[in-house]
């Protein structure tokens, strides 16, 4: 199906109760659907939004085009949660209805004030001859969920060097004063990120572009995330136009962070060590972070990339969200763990304790699980698991000893995705001692020795490739191993 200009920025208030019934039933026959990630009603997902905890609840919003698998007129999508673990469709949170967001409600973020959760988010507009004008916009949450938009952004247009490329602005509060880190892209088409102040969320001050050592890097910054952690300052972005780099930057666009001392907002500089990639898979981006109410760090990322067609697409939908994860600090790392609130989920429990020697097991099946994979002695030349696998269809993890790489391939997962970016993806790991793997319908999500590093990745099996192995080539190992069915 071609989607026309005029499809993608048609009205869901245009459109018939028969259209709309018709496509949620294409989107509940698909084969792909997730049991327990976020994923939209019908249409496309991305990026999350104004993820923060509020009147006793996390409230996470997302990007939605309710029509179709394409990118088109932009609403917010309200889910929430008590506990992290299990959430809630609340329905749609903000219309495209305005003259600031004529054409879409793009991405930000949120913080509380004065008992409301303030959204402020950029408005996306466009004139006859299609030129885009950004505004940064703010509505406000009260605690009975009622959202109420301004009538007029709190900031207009784009600062004097700076494209129409101009969004996604990230709210932090330090000491009185509020923040926003803003996604930029200058005139010379090159990315960066700026700073903007205010003492009470409605009066803006430009106070300009932030310094980083890594210049230049990339044509647009997408999504920052400013936070501080452990004394440090970590600045979060999607930057899009770098060129692979050995293992590194294999996605048709890149989420990372910097880690530095504390951003220095009078100079407005940033010292900071090397960008590294949050995510090893093939389906990550757009990250954003929340401070939880005891002190923890936690993110969520858009499982998706942009400008890629997915096997759902046939059934009128796109993308989830991934699980939410909690962030610590380790040799200078960020390191990523699965919230443990998602213990909450387990249902039936395997498990098995085993010597390996050349040989591949199937001890466990499931579609929908949690499996950790402990490794206690590794003499071998590789070993890993063999997810959703039947006879012709297998999704690998792989550490190779004496390579010292882990690695995920896809190449037999089902349906394909993305084959002109690589099938595998792969990094330097001194050891692999445990795997903590997650897998949904149509995804996995593995993380390493307890979130040294994290591979997120769709995948499209089908419905009886169900086989959960484990193997291990020209050597043993000793495993342990748990499995969870997930509700």
């Given at each position: 199906?071609?989607?026309?200009?005029?499809?993608?920025?048609?009205r869901?208030?245009?459109?018939?109760?028969?259209?709309m019934?018709?496509?949620?039933?294409?989107?509940?026959?698909?084969?792909?659907?997730?049991?327990?990630?976020?994923?939209?009603?019908?249409?496309?997902?991305?990026?999350p939004?104004?993820?923060?905890?509020?009147?006793?609840?996390?409230?996470?919003?997302?990007?939605?085009?309710?029509?179709g698998?394409?990118?088109?007129?932009?609403?917010?999508?309200?889910?929430?949660?008590?506990?992290?673990?299990?959430?809630?469709?609340v329905?749609?949170?903000?219309?495209?209805?305005?003259?600031?967001?004529?054409?879409?409600?793009?991405?930000?973020?949120?913080?509380?004030?004065?008992?409301?959760?303030?959204?402020?988010?950029?408005?996306?507009?466009r004139?006859?001859?299609?030129?885009?004008?950004?505004?940064?916009?703010?509505?406000?949450?009260?605690?009975?969920?009622?959202?109420?938009?301004?009538?007029?952004?709190?900031?207009?247009?784009?600062?004097d060097?700076?494209?129409?490329?101009?969004?996604?602005?990230?709210?932090f509060?330090?000491?009185?004063h509020?923040?926003?880190?803003?996604?930029?892209?200058?005139?010379?088409?090159?990315?960066?990120?700026?700073?903007?102040?205010?003492?009470?969320l409605?009066?803006?001050?430009?106070?300009?572009?932030?310094?980083?050592?890594?210049?230049?890097?990339?044509?647009?910054?997408?999504?920052?995330?400013?936070?501080?952690?452990?004394?440090?300052?970590?600045?979060?972005f999607?930057?899009?136009?770098?060129?692979?780099?050995?293992?590194?930057?294999?996605?048709?666009?890149?989420?990372?962070?910097l880690?530095?001392?504390?951003l220095?907002i009078?100079?407005?500089?940033f010292?900071?060590?090397?960008?590294?990639?949050?995510?090893?898979?093939?389906?990550?981006?757009?990250?954003?972070?929340?401070?939880?109410?005891?002190?923890?760090?936690?993110?969520?990322?858009?499982m998706?990339?942009?400008?890629?067609?997915?096997?759902?697409?046939?059934?009128?939908?796109?993308?989830?969200?991934?699980?939410?994860?909690?962030?610590?600090?380790?040799?200078?790392?960020?390191?990523?763990?699965?919230?443990?609130?998602?213990?909450?989920?387990?249902?039936?429990?395997?498990?098995?304790?085993?010597?390996?020697?050349?040989?591949?097991?199937?001890?466990?099946?499931?579609?929908a699980?949690?499996?950790?994979?402990?490794?206690?002695?590794?003499?071998?030349?590789?070993?890993?698991?063999?997810?959703?696998?039947?006879?012709?269809?297998k999704?690998?993890?792989?550490?190779?000893?004496?390579?010292?790489?882990?690695?995920?391939?896809?190449?037999?997962?089902?349906?394909?995705?993305?084959?002109?970016?690589?099938?595998?993806?792969?990094?330097?790991?001194e050891?692999?001692?445990?795997?903590?793997?997650?897998?949904?319908?149509?995804?996995?999500?593995?993380?390493?020795?307890?979130?040294e590093?994290?591979?997120?990745?769709?995948?499209?099996?089908?419905a009886?490739?169900?086989?959960?192995?484990?193997?291990?080539?020209?050597?043993?190992?000793?495993?342990?191993?748990?499995k969870?069915?997930?509700?």
């Amino acid at each position: 199906m071609e989607w026309t200009k005029e499809m993608r920025y048609q009205r869901l208030e245009n459109v018939s109760e028969e259209t709309m019934e018709e496509l949620r039933e294409r989107v509940e026959n698909c084969q792909w659907r997730q049991t327990f990630h976020i994923q939209p009603p019908t249409g496309l997902l991305n990026d999350p939004n104004g993820f923060s905890f509020y009147n006793g609840e996390y409230h996470l919003f997302y990007q939605w085009f309710p029509l179709g698998p394409v990118h088109g007129l932009k609403y917010w999508y309200h889910t929430k949660s008590k506990d992290l673990a299990y959430w809630e469709n609340v329905g749609i949170a903000i219309k495209p209805d305005h003259f600031y967001d004529s054409h879409g409600a793009y991405s930000g973020s949120g913080i509380v004030k004065d008992n409301e959760l303030y959204l402020m988010y950029t408005g996306n507009t466009r004139n006859d001859n299609w030129e885009r004008t950004p505004y940064q916009v703010i509505a406000i949450m009260n605690k009975d969920g009622e959202i109420s938009k301004q009538a007029n952004p709190v900031i207009f247009g784009v600062p004097d060097g700076y494209t129409d490329h101009f969004r996604d602005p990230k709210l932090f509060k330090k000491g009185e004063h509020y923040y926003a880190v803003i996604g930029a892209q200058r005139e010379d088409k090159t990315g960066c990120v700026v700073l903007f102040e205010s003492a009470n969320l409605q009066n803006w001050s430009f106070l300009g572009e932030v310094k980083t050592d890594i210049q230049p890097f990339g044509y647009m910054w997408e999504c920052p995330d400013y936070f501080e952690l452990d004394d440090k300052g970590i600045l979060v972005f999607s930057p899009q136009g770098i060129s692979p780099q050995g293992n590194s930057y294999q996605n048709i666009y890149q989420s990372g962070y910097l880690i530095g001392d504390k951003l220095n907002i009078p100079q407005l500089k940033f010292s900071h060590g090397d960008f590294a990639e949050i995510d090893r898979g093939f389906d990550f981006y757009a990250p954003q972070t929340m401070l939880a109410p005891d002190g923890r760090r936690i993110l969520v990322g858009w499982m998706g990339l942009p400008e890629l067609d997915y096997p759902t697409d046939e059934n009128g939908w796109a993308h989830c969200l991934t699980l939410p994860r909690e962030l610590t600090l380790k040799d200078n790392k960020l390191i990523q763990q699965p919230v443990k609130e998602l213990a909450k989920r387990r249902k039936r429990k395997e498990s098995i304790r085993t010597t390996i020697k050349n040989e591949t097991i199937t001890p466990f099946k499931g579609t929908a699980f949690e499996l950790i994979c402990e490794i206690n002695a590794l003499h071998a030349k590789s070993l890993g698991v063999e997810l959703r696998a039947k006879e012709n269809e297998k999704t690998v993890v792989e550490y190779k000893v004496k390579e010292k790489t882990i690695e995920l391939d896809r190449s037999k997962s089902g349906k394909s995705v993305g084959e002109e970016y690589g099938t595998v993806r792969r990094c330097t790991l001194e050891q692999c001692i445990k795997l903590h793997v997650f897998v949904d319908i149509s995804s996995v999500e593995i993380f390493i020795n307890d979130g040294e590093e994290v591979f997120t990745s769709r995948i499209f099996p089908q419905a009886d490739s169900e086989e959960i192995r484990i193997f291990v080539n020209d050597g043993e190992a000793s495993i342990v191993a748990e499995k969870w069915d997930l509700s």
